[in-house]
């Protein structure tokens, strides 16, 4: 019954809404505090969501899921918008963000990766030595990621203005480190002997996943991404000396050539944030790569993040997703003084990472009505 319901509006939309999706008339914002925080600009409240917001924690994209591959959700339009469009109805977030996986450009790109259930993605023929480099098709990468596109265009008319929609990317050498351990790693062992015992080909395969990302958020851009969000979600295997070398210059590269597309075409640039995972140690240089927003994982104290980056760029941040296992008394006491040392300011609230799949629906509802309530 559940299916048979979400196929038919599935329908309704694809029938009625085709012609306006394809002349881009969006419905105007109605809650812009969003996109005014990452400017700078006064807020209404402070505004909050939450990295994977929609996922395993809500009941209804498990029921999503018990019919359709992680990667059939991503690649389905009408499916990604229907698990975006779920937590914003249980919540009064002030954002969306676009389902899909960061896994989707070495997809594109010519690897398998595969969701095995319990251990996470999988490549089965990953990256082992340089030679395996040609096996990559850069060429028209972006012509099979064309579904996040429909996607994005489908979700900015069904939210009606409600709220902003984030579109989102893995960083290259987040990325690069998938692509080469084979799934998820809690060393990177591999890729960093790649970046010692092979620096130009790391340097070579950093530049392509590089030129694929600009390509892929410029399309974002186009079919209606109002904010993109950078996942550099490995930074904390590098040291400070490795992320300044190996990661930096190739964020800065985004940012540059992104908005250097979009001016040569005359589309307005939008705000970018940037999340590197552990990479506290380098905030006044993430703080010089043009991004409106640094996100913060939890370890980063608010007070000292505000005066390494200075006044004008917006922090997004930060309590720790394990918190979230508390009682709600004490979510929302900690939510506030989070709030409390961000200032209303500058400030987007967030999770210092992505939610965790057992978080009750109890610790949402309380983490974002104490953040709106803060201040």
């Known amino acids: 019954m559940y299916c048979a319901l979400i196929y038919i509006l599935y329908a309704l939309i694809s029938v009625a809404g085709t012609c306006a999706i394809k002349q881009h008339n969006f419905p105007p914002l109605k809650n812009d505090n969003l996109l005014r925080a990452a400017r700078g600009e006064p807020v209404d409240r402070v505004p909050v969501w939450v990295m994977r917001q929609a996922g395993r924690y809500l009941p209804e994209f ?7 591959d992680f990667f059939t959700v991503c690649r389905t339009p009408e499916l990604a918008c229907e698990v975006t469009m779920q937590p914003l109805r249980r919540f009064d977030l002030d954002a969306s963000i676009i389902f899909c996986d960061i896994l ?20 089965p023929e990953p990256l082992q030595t340089p030679a395996d480099l040609a096996k990559l098709t850069p060429e028209g990468a972006v012509g099979r990621l064309t579904y996040v596109g429909d996607a994005i265009t489908m979700m900015r008319h069904m939210l009606e203005g409600r709220v902003p929609l984030i579109g989102f990317t893995g960083a290259p050498w987040t990325l690069m480190g998938y692509m080469i351990e084979g799934g998820g790693s809690k060393t990177m062992a ?7 015992d092979y ?5 070579m395969l950093l530049s392509m996943l590089t030129n694929a990302i600009v390509d892929y958020l410029e399309m974002q851009v186009k079919a209606g991404a109002q904010l993109l969000q950078i996942f ?13 070398k190996w990661a930096v210059p190739y964020l800065k590269d985004i940012r540059d050539k992104l908005d250097e597309r979009l001016k040569q075409q005359s589309i307005p640039v939008v705000p970018m944030t940037i999340f590197a995972k552990g990479a506290g140690h380098s905030l006044k240089e993430q ?20 005066k390494e980056v200075g006044p004008n760029i917006t922090l997004q941040g930060n309590l720790d997703p394990q918190d979230m296992y508390k009682t709600p008394v004490e979510i929302r006491a900690l939510t506030t003084e989070m709030v409390r040392k961000f200032g209303k300011d500058r400030y987007i609230a967030n999770l210092g990472h992505g939610i965790t799949p057992q978080t009750p629906i109890i610790s949402m509802e309380t983490l974002v009505d104490a953040v709106h309530k803060a201040i």
């Open 232 to 244: 550099e979600s490995s930074a904390e295997h590098l040291s400070k000396e490795d992320f300044l």
């Open 199 to 203: 620096p130009e080909d790391s340097k």
């Open 62 to 68: 498990q029921e999503v899921r018990k019919h359709h």
């Open 104 to 123: 989707v450009i070495p997809q594109a790109l010519g690897m398998i990766v595969e969701m095995h259930a319990g251990v996470g993605p999988v490549f």
């Open 287 to 306: 703080a010089t790569l043009g991004y409106d927003v640094i996100g913060l994982d939890w370890t980063v104290d608010p007070v000292e993040a505000r």
């Open 190 to 196: 591999k890729s960093k002997a790649w970046l010692t």
